[in-house]
Nanobody, 126 residues
Framework: QVRLVESGGGWVQAGGSLRLSCAASGRTLRTYAMGWFRQAPGKEGEFAAAISWSAGRGGTTYYADSIKGRFTISRDNAKNTLSLQKSSLNPEDTAVYYC????????????????WGQGTQVTVSS
C-alpha cells in the first residue's frame, strides 16, 4: 500500500509561483509512475502532468497543453517525493491538486492510477 500526502497549496496572486510536494510512505515509489491531476470547482478532474519511473535521475515527463511551459514536474526517488513547480499562475489554475501513483505506462486518465492522495488546494486570485 502506498500513502500519498500532498502539501504546498495555498493562495497566490496571478502571475505568482507555487511549489507543490507529494510525499509517499508505506512503500518505495520504485517502479511507480507519478502524476498530478487537478479539479477546479464545478468541473471534472483533469490531467496536469506525469513523470515515469527511471532508475536514474528524472524520468520522462508529460504535460497537459494548458500548463506546458509553466509547470515542471520532478521526482526524488531517494526521498520518495514528487514535486510540481508552478509559475505564471492564473485564476484558471485554481483547483485541488492531487498526486496519484501507478505502475506501468499510460498517464493521462485518472483510472490509470492506483493510489491517490487527499489533495491540496491552490487558489489564484486575479
Amino acid at each position: 500500500q502506498v500513502r500519498l500526502v500532498e502539501s504546498g497549496g495555498g493562495w497566490v496572486q496571478a502571475g505568482g509561483s507555487l511549489r507543490l510536494s507529494c510525499a509517499a510512505s508505506g512503500r518505495t515509489l520504485r517502479t511507480y509512475a507519478m502524476g498530478w491531476f487537478r479539479q477546479a470547482p464545478g468541473k471534472e478532474g483533469e490531467f496536469a502532468a506525469a513523470i515515469s519511473w527511471s532508475a536514474g535521475r528524472g524520468g520522462t515527463t508529460y504535460y497537459a497543453d494548458s500548463i506546458k511551459g509553466r509547470f515542471t514536474i520532478s521526482r526524488d526517488n531517494a526521498k520518495n517525493t514528487l514535486s510540481l513547480q508552478k509559475s505564471s499562475l492564473n485564476p484558471e489554475d485554481t483547483a485541488v491538486y492531487y498526486c496519484p501513483a501507478k505502475i506501468g505506462s499510460s498517464y493521462t486518465q485518472p483510472s490509470d492510477y492506483t493510489y491517490w492522495g487527499q489533495g491540496t488546494q491552490v487558489t489564484v486570485s486575479s
